[in-house]
């Protein structure tokens, strides 16, 4: 898991430095997780405004 963490770090950073490789990769693994928590934690009030 540490691995993971440390792989993700990097490509944090990459991305907060202008990576636009790593903002894509980020874009695609995340963006589904994201949009996922974000539903649930938003509720059924700002469900209208969703994508």
């Known amino acids: 898991m540490p ?3 440390g ?3 990097i ?3 990459r991305a907060r ?3 636009h490789a790593a903002l894509d990769k980020l ?4 963006e589904p997780k ?4 974000a539903r649930v934690l ?3 009030a ?3 405004f969703s994508l």
């Open 3 to 5: 691995e993971i963490a």
């Open 7 to 9: 792989d993700f770090a």
């Open 11 to 13: 490509l944090l950073a």
């Open 17 to 19: 430095g202008g990576d």
């Open 27 to 30: 874009a695609r693994e995340y």
């Open 34 to 37: 994201l949009r996922l928590v």
């Open 42 to 44: 938003l509720g059924r």
């Open 46 to 48: 700002l469900r209208r």
